[in-house]
Each structure stands twice: as C-alpha cells, then as structure tokens.
C-alpha cells in the first residue's frame, strides 16, 4: 500500500511540472500586428460560429469591472442555444491576463449570452479566448481588442463590423 501512495504522489508531481511546461511553452511573447484585426463580430477558427460583442460604452474601460453582451450564430445565422462558453483574456505582449474570472450567463433572448466581471487592467491589446461547447460542437473564437489607448476608437456599442484605424 506504501508504494501506491509514492507512485501517485509521483504521479502527481509529473504531471504538475508537465502541465507547468505545457502552459510555459503555451505563452510566447507576441508583437501586436500592424494590421490587427478588430472585427467585430468575428468568426471561430473552424469558419462555422459568429460572435459579436457589444457593451454599455463606446469605448472598452480601462481598469473598471463591467459587462459584455454576446451574440452567438452559426455562419447561417442560427442562434447557438445552451452553449457553454469559457472565457479568458490575455495580454500577448505581457504575458499575463485578467485579474478577474469573468461568468458568462444565457439571457432569455435567443443566442445571447451575458459576460459579467470583465476588467482589462492595463492599457494595450488584449486576446480574449471564447471556448464553446456544449451546442453539438465545441469550437474557438478569439477576439482582439485595444483597451485603453487614445486610437482606441471603435465604437463596441455597435453591431456592426467595423476596423481599428491607424494613425
């Protein structure tokens, strides 16, 4: 009995320190694009799901816990219905991400989803990951954002596709 103790604690210290390399190797510093896409709403890796984001403001805040509205559809335009989206932001070139967790909740209106305890707490480029199952498929929406800077000006508070302007 002794020895299954020691092999699961060394299993346990393996696979702690192979997730920690895992998830080293993950995080490579990125420069930000000259032309970084700012769609919105923005498509999932595999072409089949659309997001769109819209908030209270016009501009993302800065360092201020708020909300995002999230509109999810099939490249048909179906609603996605009973998904279960996770959500996280990073910042690629810093390396870390949201000091907060944010929840993501279904509304009563079909294919939306509210984000609640969004905070990007430092001004730049931001990646917030969307990963979604739960609907019959699972699938990646990754979604750029400037937060915080004066030539952030793309209104959020739109459901349209609009792109950053450079200066």
């Given amino acids: 009995m002794k020895y299954v103790y020691q092999i699961i604690l060394l299993s346990t210290i393996l696979l702690s320190v192979e997730s920690a390399a895992i998830d080293t190797f993950a995080k490579i510093k990125q420069h930000r694009p000259e032309n970084l896409n700012l769609a919105n709403p923005t498509k999932s890796a595999s072409g089949q799901l659309i997001a769109k984001y819209s908030l209270a403001t016009s501009n993302i805040p800065l360092n201020e816990i708020h909300s995002w509205t999230l509109t999810l559809t099939k490249k048909n335009g179906q609603t996605i219905t009973g998904a279960?989206?996770?959500?996280?932001?990073?910042?690629?070139?810093?390396?870390?991400?949201?000091?907060?967790?944010?929840?993501?909740?279904?509304?009563?209106?079909?294919?939306?989803?509210?984000?609640?305890?969004?905070?990007?707490?430092?001004?730049?480029?931001?990646?917030?990951?969307?990963?979604?199952?739960?609907?019959?498929?699972?699938?990646?929406?990754r979604?750029?954002?400037?937060?915080?800077?004066?030539?952030?000006?793309?209104?959020?508070?739109?459901?349209?596709?609009?792109?950053?302007k450079h200066h």
Avoid: C
């Fill in 143 to 164: 979604i750029n954002a400037i937060v915080g800077e004066d030539n952030a000006d793309v209104d959020h508070t739109q459901h349209q596709n609009k792109t950053h």
């Fill in 84 to 141: 279960l989206v996770e959500i996280s932001a990073d910042m690629p070139e810093h390396l870390h991400g949201m000091t907060t967790k944010p929840k993501v909740l279904e509304t009563e209106t079909s294919g939306e989803y509210l984000i609640k305890g969004m905070n990007f707490h430092m001004p730049g480029w931001w990646k917030i990951t969307l990963d979604i199952s739960g609907y019959g498929s699972r699938d990646l929406i």
